[in-house]
């Protein structure tokens, strides 16, 4: 081998080992937003759990709270009912401060503004848990997206060192690219596209 030939060798070798590092760099960085929309997955993923529960739960008291409210009603009205018949005036008493206790029972288990736990404030709230779970869920959804893109960018970076051919260095950027924005819109405007 001659030294002209030796000189090319090294040439070639040093240009390689300079798009190499290029490249490396480029899965560094593509590596730290995928780490980056992985992290606000797994909380957005958390955060819609999390209000489901809270949602099923509120919508489990707002139930209760309704079943105790028909009760009592249904003994208000049959205790309406059966005053007249009442022989003496002290039992017909008795029985209509019974009937106003249930009646006032009855208008607390459908609002309670206090303590937020009337039926009227607890569909409130579960329906309010219901939209930060459908916000969180969106959220994830693009966070998985850009994971998903990230990934692949990877995997494409990966075999520009192995094949040499750049096209995949150019797609593993524009890859890294769709997945900053699919990262955008997650953290900004998650509903603006609809992905479940």
Same mark, same amino acid.
């Given at each position: 081998m001659g030294a002209h030939e030796s000189m090319e060798h090294a040439e070639h070798a %040093?240009? !390689?080992?300079g798009s190499n590092k290029?490249? =490396? *760099? #480029?899965?560094?960085?593509? =590596? *730290?937003? #995928?780490a980056l929309s992985e992290t606000l997955g797994k909380g957005a993923q958390t955060e819609s759990i999390s209000k489901n529960v809270e949602a099923s739960n509120l919508w489990a008291f707002? &139930? =209760?709270k309704t079943v105790r409210r028909t009760v009592v009603q249904t003994a208000a009205e049959q205790g309406k009912l059966n005053l007249p018949a009442l022989p003496d005036e002290a039992t017909k008493a008795s029985l209509q401060k019974q009937i106003d206790d249930w009646q006032k029972n009855a208008a607390r288990?459908?609002?309670?503004? %206090?303590? @937020? %736990? @009337?039926? %009227? &404030? #607890? !569909?409130a709230r579960a329906k309010h848990a219901e939209e930060e779970r459908d916000l969180a869920t969106a959220k994830y959804h693009h966070y998985e997206l850009a994971s998903a893109a990230f990934q692949i960018g990877i995997v494409l970076a990966s075999a520009t060192i192995i094949t040499g051919m750049i096209v995949l260095a150019w797609a593993s950027g524009a890859l890294a690219l769709v997945g900053i924005a699919m990262t955008m819109l997650g953290l900004f405007q998650p509903h603006l596209l609809h992905l479940h």
């Open positions: %040093e240009h !390689a080992s290029k490249i =490396a *760099l #480029l899965i560094s960085v593509i =590596a *730290l937003f #995928l707002f &139930q =209760a288990y459908r609002s309670e503004p %206090e303590t @937020g %736990e @009337g039926s %009227e &404030q #607890l !569909a």
